[in-house]
């Protein structure tokens, strides 16, 4: 029986490479974004689906998660990939930046994770995946963008938090902390860069379907550094 996944962020560079990743390995893919256009590859899918949650909201996305695994059963594996990147230094981080930052990236997770990692625990099984950043693991990384950094690291005391609550069950909650990944924003903002160092979407992708696969069923409280040679 194919395994039930949720996916966030489903629509950005990462995200399409990971939703093609997993419909390759034969999941249920539930993918959350506002928009498709990347998708475009999946729209007829038998095992994909696509829903315009507002992650920010927490009702919504309760609602979400319940309503999935009442209709599939099982939600197996949920890699959370939505958030967002700003720059800035002491000079420019005010408390609105903060927020912003914590809003996008930990309780877009939050209010996704919370329920799933109930639903998980309730059936004995589980994998979930949270999208850290080198900067929010090494703080020395986030000194020009701190609010970044900040909200990145929560996502690392939350898997270690929601990991000892699981110690001795099938649930696991991962962390993955990519370096640059490559594309193309990232090509036209840092032209001058060596390309080959940086990550690609398709070679984080293949690590979330090791995390979500049987193989990787032995490991507790990980940490991937996806980082190559950036």
Known sequence: MPKTIIITGAN???GTAVVKKFLEQDYKVIAVDHSGSHLGFADRHPQFELHGIDLSNESESAIFVKEAASLYGNIDCGVLLAGGFEMGGIETTDTTQLRKMFSLNFET???????LFQHMMHNGYGRLVFTGARPGLQPEEGTNK??????????????DILNKEAKGKNVTVSVIAPSTIDTPPNRESMPKANFDNWVKPAQIAEVLAFICSDNGNILREPVYKVYNNA
Do not use: D, E, T, V
């Open 146 to 159: 701190i609010a970044y950094a900040l909200s990145k690291s929560l996502l690392f005391s939350l898997a």
């Open 12 to 14: 950005g560079n990462l």
């Open 109 to 115: 997770a939050y209010h996704i994770a919370r329920p």
